[in-house]
């Protein structure tokens, strides 16, 4: 989180905060909620971020090098779910909400010339 890596008990309970997050954008995604793909999105783009801020700020530490190794390899597979989640989110929120915008000016034009 952040860019900082947890070790021993802080590690366990920032495992923990991030498994109920992640059940709660699961059981929000499930039923329909918008703002559960909305936080989906902005969690998954937090999490590549912190990868790039700690490989970009621990890059010259050579005791950290297999960290970085890591980071560096799980940073695609991130990215990747974070497009999914871009995309999926993008149809289902913005196309959308742009839909119902436009069919509520329809109804409003409709509304004055009668």
Do not use: C
């Not at 329909?32 to 801020?53: C, D, I, K, P, Q």
């Amino acid at each position: 989180m952040g860019g900082l890596k947890f070790y021993g008990a802080p590690a366990a309970a920032v495992m923990a905060m991030q498994a109920v997050i992640i059940w709660v954008f699961a059981v929000g995604i499930f039923s329909g909620r918008r703002w559960a793909l909305l936080l989906a999105l902005a969690y998954m783009t937090e999490v590549v971020l912190s990868h790039l801020f700690f490989i970009v700020g621990n890059f010259g530490d050579p005791t950290q090098l297999a960290h970085i190794q890591r980071a560096a390899l799980e940073g695609p597979a991130a990215v990747m779910i974070t497009l999914y989640v871009w995309i999926r989110a993008n149809d289902l929120l913005f196309v959308e909400a742009a839909a119902t915008t436009s069919e509520a000016r329809v109804d409003s034009k409709l509304a004055a010339r009668l």
